[in-house]
């Protein structure tokens, strides 16, 4: 079993910047090569996918509406994994919510992950 934990989420003005953060407990990010994801909800819309990071942190992958903005890193000793989202937008506004998925090659689908947070609200006012 793996737990999750979210923070660093809260209300910025639009162009500002929050640092979000994962922390993974239970078991080792590490011992079991997991791949993380971050997604995010607004409300009325589906979940939908904002960046991927492999086991081990080399390869990272964005949605298109947050490429060049957010950038995903991680650490395994730590157990954590961060999003640090640059040059926010109102539409970035949504329950940001941090993903674990057993196998070392992330997904950008929701169904393909094995473990989920409760999620960090993010804010972003115009």
């Known amino acids: 079993q793996v737990e999750l934990v979210e923070s660093g989420g809260g209300l910025v003005q639009a162009g500002g910047s929050l640092r979000l953060s994962c922390a993974a407990s239970?078991?080792?990010?590490?011992?079991?090569?997991?791949?993380m994801g971050w997604f995010r909800q607004a409300p009325g819309k589906e979940r939908e996918f904002v960046a991927s990071?492999?086991?081990?942190?080399?390869?990272?992958y964005y949605a298109d509406s947050v490429k060049g903005r957010f950038t995903i890193s991680r650490d395994n000793v730590m157990n954590t994994v961060w999003l640090q989202m640059n040059s926010l937008k109102p539409e970035d506004t949504a329950v940001y919510y941090c993903?674990?998925?057993?196998?070392?090659?992330?997904?950008?689908?929701?169904?393909?992950?094995?473990?989920w947070g409760l999620g960090t609200q993010v804010t972003v006012s115009s």
């Open positions: 993903a674990a998925r057993i196998i070392s090659v992330p997904s950008v689908r929701a169904d393909d992950y094995d473990y």
């Open positions: 239970g078991r080792s990010l590490n011992n079991y090569a997991m791949s």
């Open positions: 990071i492999t086991w081990s942190g080399a390869t990272t």
